[in-house]
């Protein structure tokens, strides 16, 4: 009786494997940034930036808020490098631009504060690919609403 116990038991474990295997056509396919993309996406940024005389630092992170691009023009404050990733990271994270946490503060909304990484300054914006988020930009270095117009600029060359 226990050697048939036993049998029964591996045969079970068996088919329970063979059956759990993944093939590649299980998983998903999705799109991603690469280095090449988020050069783009920043010298189309800087491109605004320069446009308006504004020094600034550009950031692109990918849809894990893992930092792909960094880029600080002359003359921009050390300290709008940690914003700019800040930022960016946020978008991502959130999945909205962080304009709408800066509007949601202005309207009273203090909540906000209380979210872990959410930043409440303009800057930062997704940027997505087939309906899905696969990273962000983020901007810093001048008046939080120019930092929107360069971090939008960045995104339009992705279509």
């Given at each position: 009786?226990?050697?048939?116990?036993?049998?029964?038991?591996?045969?079970?474990?068996?088919?329970l494997t063979?059956s759990?295997?993944?093939?590649?056509?299980d998983l998903t396919a999705k799109?991603?940034?690469?280095?090449?993309v988020?050069?783009k996406i920043?010298?189309?940024?800087?491109?605004?930036?320069?446009?308006?005389?504004w020094?600034?630092?550009i950031?692109v992170?990918?849809?894990?808020?893992?930092l792909?691009?960094l880029?600080?023009?002359d003359?921009t404050q050390?300290?709008?490098?940690?914003?700019?990733?800040?930022?960016?990271a946020s978008?991502?994270?959130?999945k909205r631009?962080?304009?709408v946490?800066?509007?949601?503060?202005?309207?009273?909304?203090?909540?906000?504060?209380k979210?872990?990484g959410?930043?409440?300054?303009?800057?930062?914006e997704?940027?997505?690919?087939?309906?899905?988020?696969i990273g962000a930009?983020?901007?810093?270095?001048?008046?939080s609403?120019?930092?929107g117009?360069?971090?939008?600029?960045g995104?339009a060359?992705v279509?």
């Amino acid at each position: 009786m226990r050697i048939a116990a036993t049998t029964i038991a591996l045969i079970g474990s068996l088919i329970l494997t063979m059956s759990s295997e993944v093939s590649a056509q299980d998983l998903t396919a999705k799109k991603s940034l690469n280095l090449a993309v988020a050069k783009k996406i920043a010298a189309a940024a800087e491109a605004e930036a320069r446009k308006n005389n504004w020094n600034v630092v550009i950031t692109v992170l990918d849809e894990g808020a893992n930092l792909l691009y960094l880029q600080r023009m002359d003359g921009t404050q050390i300290g709008s490098v940690d914003v700019a990733i800040a930022k960016a990271a946020s978008a991502v994270k959130f999945k909205r631009a962080t304009k709408v946490f800066e509007d949601a503060l202005k309207g009273g909304r203090q909540a906000i504060l209380k979210l872990p990484g959410a930043i409440p300054v303009e800057g930062g914006e997704v940027i997505s690919a087939d309906g899905a988020v696969i990273g962000a930009i983020g901007v810093s270095g001048v008046q939080s609403d120019q930092d929107g117009i360069i971090a939008r600029a960045g995104v339009a060359v992705v279509k």
